[in-house]
């Protein structure tokens, strides 16, 4: 025997099938967009000069171990090490130059074989015209390697839609407590 619905659910359904009917357009999951619609403009290839004080010894350290695997301290790379960074980004080598940004982010010891760094951090700015601007690297750096190449994924600010690379080249090294100042050349392209 075949029940029928009261007649209010006919109701609702209709209200609900009309309304989907009008409104559904507005709640798109995806659309295509212009650039010029978001305000965007020509692109621009920008080259960016500082340097990365990772300070990991003393009273005032900007690096500091958070977590390590149970082999890290018999390992050869340090494998498994986590190391959460505020370093200063500077205008010249000397700790005391000028504050240009701030390194944030976390660098881990991600190989077996290698001293090889998986970075991910924000360059955040805090100078000039890229003041609150910020960008985000993700990859690899092979630390004892003349010079490193790891890419540039995004930012924010005036750095929207960023992508390209930055090259790191150790300009000093303290073997002993392993504080280094790194020279970093960023090219990156954005709006």
């Not at 010249?92 to 504050?99: A, L, N, V």
């Not at 609150?132 to 010079?147: A, H, M």
């Not at 839609?161 to 090259?167: D, N, Q």
């Amino acid at each position: 025997m075949a029940q029928t619905l009261p007649q209010h659910k006919y109701t609702i359904l209709t209200i609900l099938l009309f309304s989907f009917l009008l409104h559904g357009e507005s709640h798109k999951f995806s659309r295509k967009l212009s650039p010029k619609s978001l305000g965007l403009k020509k692109q621009k290839l920008s080259h960016l000069h500082f340097y990365f004080q990772d300070i990991v010894g003393g009273d005032h350290p900007t690096a500091l171990r958070v977590a390590q695997s149970s082999i890290t301290n018999t390992s050869s790379t340090l494998f498994g090490l986590a190391v959460m960074i505020d370093d200063a980004l500077t205008v010249g080598p000397e700790r005391t130059s000028k504050i240009v940004g701030r390194a944030q982010g976390i660098y881990a010891s991600a190989d077996l074989n290698q001293a090889a760094l998986m970075m991910v951090m924000n360059y955040v700015f805090l100078e000039g015209k890229y003041n609150g601007s910020t960008l985000s690297i993700l990859g690899r750096n092979q630390v004892f390697l003349p010079v490193r190449e790891m890419p540039i994924v995004g930012g924010s600010g005036l750095f929207r839609f960023a992508r390209g690379y930055a090259l790191a080249k150790t300009h000093f090294l303290n073997m002993s407590n392993g504080d280094a100042t790194v020279e970093y050349n960023v090219y990156v392209q954005h709006y």
